[in-house]
Nanobody, 124 residues
């Protein structure tokens, strides 16, 4: 099992940018697909982006496509989420998730490893 710790959340005005980081430990990071999910108050946890680095594929939710970029540095056991042109509707707790293997899944139940979350608040 890999342990995940997110950081980089905060308060930003609409149109601004943030970069989230997720550091992994305790496992062979290169064996895991890594994803970002988010959960707004009163809503279900939703998929944001996933990186399947071994085949060079990334996938994004339609709501963030063109604004968010997921990347990873296997040497640092870290996955990033660069968020640009943030909107108030991006406000949520953002979670890093990982799963062994490299199939594409955009549902939380397919991920067995989770971080504690980091709050992102976008003001209008």
């Amino acid at each position: 099992q890999v342990q995940l710790v997110e950081s980089g959340g905060g308060l930003v005005q609409a149109g601004g940018s943030l970069r989230l980081s997720c550091v992994a430990s305790g496992g062979t990071f290169s064996s895991y697909a890594t994803a970002w999910f988010r959960q707004a108050p009163g809503k279900e946890r939703e998929f944001v982006a996933v990186s399947m680095w071994n085949i060079g594929n990334t996938y994004y939710a339609d709501s963030v496509k063109g604004r968010f970029t997921i990347s990873r540095d296997n040497a640092k056991n870290t996955v990033y989420l660069q968020m640009n042109n943030l909107k108030p509707e991006d406000t949520a707790v953002y979670y890093c998730a990982a799963r062994l293997g490299f199939q594409f899944f955009d549902v939380p139940t397919r991920y067995s490893n989770w971080g504690q979350g980091t709050q992102v608040t976008v003001s209008s």
